[in-house]
């Protein structure tokens, strides 16, 4: 049983263009968190999905950041028109339930 | 909201030595939940303590949730302890607010 894969686990960016990170929950999972952490921080919330619906955006940036968790396929957070202030390592989570989380192991994200 | 606050930020230990990191948390956390983030970044999920006290291997953990406050016991300490210790506290649906850290490192 895979953990949860997240890709791809670098990426760098020019400013202006768009990022796209992918997370495939364990299977059985169907909730999916995803977190930002910042340099030399800890990790702040994102957004909360399960399968076809955001439960909760609440740490979502208003502008530019969006997240979907389609039936078939993996959750994805797409980032346009990047800043340097992006810049940062972006992790993916699942649970079984509304405990038990399980991460991936993040994906470092670069704005040049 | 929530708040979760960690003590100490940092700490130095000897191999073999044992130490304590201590989380507290505000009202209304149900989900408590410890986190190691290794010197590679990655975050592996430690324990799942919302009260009471779990024991895996030289870890160990207490949550005293009426007192709002939750412990990490790490004993004989290796240098693989050596990285950043989370607690996170959440409400019932999972959404989890992480306290700043607790570096750990560990000298041989």
């Known amino acids: 049983n895979a953990g949860v894969m997240q890709n791809p686990r670098h990426l760098v960016r020019r400013r202006g263009q768009e990022a796209r990170l992918r997370c495939s929950p364990m299977k059985g999972h169907s909730h999916v968190y995803w977190y930002r952490q910042l340099p030399e921080e800890g990790l702040k919330f994102m957004v909360y999905l399960q399968k076809e619906n955001i439960i909760d955006e609440s740490g979502m940036p208003k502008e530019r950041f969006s997240a979907e968790f389609p039936k078939e396929g993996p959750s994805i957070l797409r980032i346009q028109q990047v800043v340097r202030g992006d810049s940062a390592a972006y992790f993916c989570?699942?649970?079984?339930?509304?405990?038990?989380?399980?991460f991936g192991s993040g994906t470092r994200l670069t704005v040049v | 909201g929530i708040q979760v606050e960690q003590s100490p930020p940092d700490l130095i230990l000897q191999e073999g030595a044992n130490s304590t990191l201590r989380c507290n948390f505000s009202?209304?956390?149900?989900?408590l939940q410890w986190f190691h983030q290794n010197p590679w970044g990655q975050l592996i999920n430690l324990f799942y303590?919302?009260?009471g006290t779990k024991q895996n291997g030289r870890l160990s953990a207490t949550t005293v949730a009426t007192e709002r406050y939750s412990l990490l016991y790490i004993s004989s300490s290796q240098t693989t302890d050596s990285g950043v210790y989370f607690c996170?506290?959440?409400?019932?649906?999972?959404?989890?607010?992480f306290g700043q850290g607790t570096i750990l490192t560990v000298h041989p």
């Open positions: 303590i919302p009260s």
């Open positions: 996170a506290g959440g409400t019932s649906y999972g959404k989890l607010t």
């Open positions: 989570a699942s649970s079984p339930t509304t405990y038990g989380y399980t």
């Open positions: 009202d209304s956390v149900n989900n």
